[in-house]
């Protein structure tokens, strides 16, 4: 289980360290309803993340023959998402970040006082047209579909890995709860080192992860 843990708590960190939830969430702090709207967002997020898992899961796991392992448990898918990690890393450390969505973001759903449904689908819409968030969910159901262990160990791993995942969206909600002044701007700090770095800390997980699962195959 630590092994498997060890091996999932990474991969999800560097999803949590994409700067395009949590600077959405930050943004939602200014509005005129924080609190509710913050928490309908969170909700997005979080069952979004959730759902995601439960049909990768049932997908990569379930679809089994007698004893014999899914292809995505598999040598030959271990490969296959270890080259998907390195080339995601190599493109995602070339492309500058675009701060026009999160403007985009505020002027479309912070204009006005917004039902709050419109930010459950504000947090489903981010979390679904974030590529990161899927690159990091494939290499996550991988890792747990290839572990041997127990069933209730693999639930453990996804809810650690979902409470990383949804950190952006979960911390500026506690941070309204709990939170001062004080917490607000050292939220906004990560942000702006997350938008100006996270994607080469991201690259770089990703292409050490993607190195290790190619060469423990081809050198056995």
């Known amino acids: 289980m630590l092994q498997l843990l060890a091996q999932v708590v990474p991969l999800a960190i560097a999803g949590a360290i994409s700067p395009v939830v949590l600077m959405g969430a ?14 309908a967002f969170s909700v997005g997020v979080i069952g979004t993340t959730i759902v995601l898992f439960v049909a990768g899961f049932l997908v990569a796991v379930l679809r089994r023959d007698g004893d ?3 292809w995505f448990s598999g040598d030959r898918a271990h490969v296959v998402i270890g080259l998907m990690l390195i080339v ?6 070339s492309i500058r970040p675009n701060p026009k969505r999160t403007k985009e973001f505020e002027a479309k759903f912070l204009s006005g006082t917004r039902p ?4 459950v689908i504000a947090g489903i819409a981010l979390m ?19 572990a041997d262990v127990v069933f209730a160990d693999e639930l453990i791993a996804f809810g650690v890995a979902t ?9 500026p909600l506690a941070a309204a709860l709990f939170g001062g002044a004080g917490t607000r701007a050292w939220l906004e700090r990560i942000s702006g080192l997350a938008m100006r770095y996270g994607r080469f800390v991201m690259a770089a997980l ?15």
């Open 26 to 39: 930050l943004a939602i702090l200014d509005g005129p309803r924080a609190i509710r709207q913050s928490a």
């Open 68 to 70: 014999t392992p899914a």
């Open 88 to 93: 995601a890393g190599i493109v995602l450390g």
């Open 116 to 119: 709050l449904h419109d930010f």
């Open 128 to 146: 679904i047209t974030n590529g990161s968030t899927f690159v990091v969910l494939i290499a996550i159901l991988h890792t747990v579909a290839r």
């Open 163 to 171: 409470f990383i995942v949804v950190l952006p969206a979960t911390a």
């Open 206 to 220: 990703w292409i050490a992860f993607g190195v290790k699962d190619v060469l423990s195959v081809v050198l056995g």
